[in-house]
T-cell receptor, first 112, second 113 residues
Framework: GAVVSQHPSWVICKSGTSVKIECRSL??????MFWYRQFPKQSLMLMATSNEGSKATYEQGVEKDKFLINHASLTLSTLTVTSAHPEDSSFYIC????????FGPGTRLTVT | GENVEQHPSTLSVQEGDSAVIKCTYS??????FPWYKQELGKGPQLIID?????GEKKDQRIAVTLNKTAKHFSLHITETQPEDSAVYFC????????????FGQGTTLQVKP
């Protein structure tokens, strides 16, 4: 149990376009989900905390207008990277909170 | 601010040997300390965790120790196997059920057959 999925697993987009990443809790409901960013060979950095039915809480230094988070249901949170640039290329990982955080498999974003 | 330091950054051991990874945290209010294993291109998977009211916890070949006074916690893997090769992250949190994990920098463990 406690499975979290992400879609897509990888995506390539052109600079200036937007891309949406989905995070789903498959067998449980999660009021709270988290979005992390991980650069190659580096640690996970928390970007924002997503709460169902309310606005996300962003960590210091994360642009809320660039990384749009929507948590419209208890099983789905989405991260939209708007006007993507090559420096946004990264591995994006979500997690869903039950009694602990359960992590998704990640989404590799490459912006060309 | 809150910080978790993890050492070593890389660790290479022979199959069957033990591996130890150490972390130090700065937030004295931290009371939940999970360890994650991350394989290439995948998300982290929880392998063991410990709470502040416990000094040691063991699960088969994996054990974690916590020294709250020194703000240290360590992961011990015994009888290592090649499939243990991965990146391991420690993390600290004020509580497990409200989130906000602060991660260490990660340790790349290589187990040589």
């Amino acid at each position: 149990g406690a499975v979290v999925s992400q879609h897509p697993s990888w995506v390539i987009c052109k600079s200036g376009t937007s891309v949406k990443i989905e995070c789903r809790s498959l067998d449980f409901q999660a009021t709270t989900m988290f979005w992390y960013r991980q650069f190659p060979k580096q640690s996970l950095m928390l970007m924002a905390t997503s709460n169902e039915g309310s606005k996300a809480t962003y960590e210091q230094g994360v642009e809320k207008d660039k990384f749009l988070i929507n948590h419209a249901s208890l099983t789905l949170s989405t991260l939209t990277v708007t006007s993507a640039h090559p420096e946004d290329s990264s591995f994006y990982i979500c997690s869903a909170l039950l009694e602990e955080q359960y992590f998704g498999p990640g989404t590799r974003l490459t912006v060309t | 601010g809150e910080n978790v330091e993890q050492h070593p950054s890389t660790l290479s051991v022979q199959e069957g040997d033990s591996a130890v990874i150490k972390c130090t945290y700065s937030d004295s209010a931290s009371n939940y300390f999970p360890w994650y294993k991350q394989e290439l291109g995948k998300g982290p998977q929880l392998i063991i965790d410990i709470r502040s009211n416990v000094g040691e916890k063991k699960d088969q070949r994996i054990a974690v120790t916590l020294n709250k006074t020194a703000k240290h916690f360590s992961l011990h893997i015994t009888e290592t196997q090649p499939e243990d090769s991965a990146v391991y992250f420690c993390a600290a949190s004020r509580t497990s059920n409200t989130g906000k994990l602060i991660f260490g920098q990660g340790t790349t463990l290589q187990v040589k057959p």
